[in-house]
């Protein structure tokens, strides 16, 4: 079993939908959840970051822990054009080098 | 504040060939980090130096090497290339160790092996 498994998509919306992109991992070190997003020729970028269990909202943006199945959920409400990109879930043990899922390609549609 | 730069950003090699990549860090930032993005493997972890000594490294084979200088700006080396290592190879810098810090990354270096 990998570490973190993720659904690479792509997952194309029409723009205002609710996206739900999803996260599996198998290590129950796992302690910090971190969501990257990466534009087309560019780096990933940080966009949210979690400790433990529970729900982190940042604007449009929630991310979902929940430890007890192993399961990382980042949703975005009201979706646009510009969320269009690959988004990338972390999991983390604060002191091992993150593990990336493979990442999920999502496009908006106007 | 300048960000994460790598050069060069774009590199077409043969098989067998060496290849030497750089990146410059956010400045301050004293630990650099490398991955390798390819579209089946996904963002994999390669090694990460923190003030010039290498802290962790990822399960590649030794044809990968790196190295920081005092400045925090680090090189990776692939040595006898193959077509396998074609890929988007970025680097990305922290203020402390990768584990426990924001990472910043670069645009990458998209590497081509004919």
């Known amino acids: 079993q990998k570490e973190v498994e993720q659904d690479p998509g792509p997952l194309s919306v029409p723009e205002g939908a609710i996206v739900s992109l999803n996260c599996t991992y198998s290590?129950?070190?796992?302690?910090?959840f971190m969501w990257y997003r990466q534009y087309s020729r560019k780096g990933p970028e940080l966009l949210m970051y979690?400790?433990?269990?529970g729900n982190k909202e940042d604007g449009r943006f929630t991310a979902q822990v929940d430890k007890s199945s192993k399961y990382i959920s980042l949703f975005i409400r009201d979706s646009q054009p510009s969320d269009s990109a690959t988004y990338l879930c972390?999991?983390?043990?604060?002191?091992?080098?993150?593990?990336f899922g493979k990442g999920t390609r999502l496009s908006v549609i106007a | 504040k300048a960000g994460v730069t790598q050069t060069p950003r774009y590199l077409i090699k043969t098989r067998g060939q060496q290849v030497t990549l750089s990146c410059s860090p956010i400045?301050?930032?004293?630990?650099v980090s490398w991955y390798q993005q390819t579209p089946g493997q996904g963002l994999q972890f390669l090694f990460e130096?923190?003030?010039?000594?290498?802290?962790n490294k990822g399960n590649f084979p030794g044809r990968f090497s790196g190295r920081q200088f005092s400045n925090s700006r680090s090189e990776m080396n692939v040595s006898t290339l193959e077509l396998g290592d074609s890929a988007l190879y970025l680097c990305?810098?922290?203020?402390?160790?990768?584990?426990?810090?924001?990472?910043?990354f670069g645009p990458g270096t998209r590497l081509t092996v004919l």
């Open positions: 990305a810098s922290s203020l402390g160790t990768s584990a426990s810090n924001e990472q910043f």
């Open positions: 290590n129950s070190a796992f302690q910090y």
């Open positions: 979690t400790y433990s269990s």
């Open positions: 972390a999991p983390n043990s604060g002191n091992t080098p993150l593990v």
């Open positions: 400045s301050g930032h004293r630990s």
């Open positions: 130096y923190f003030s010039e000594t290498q802290r």
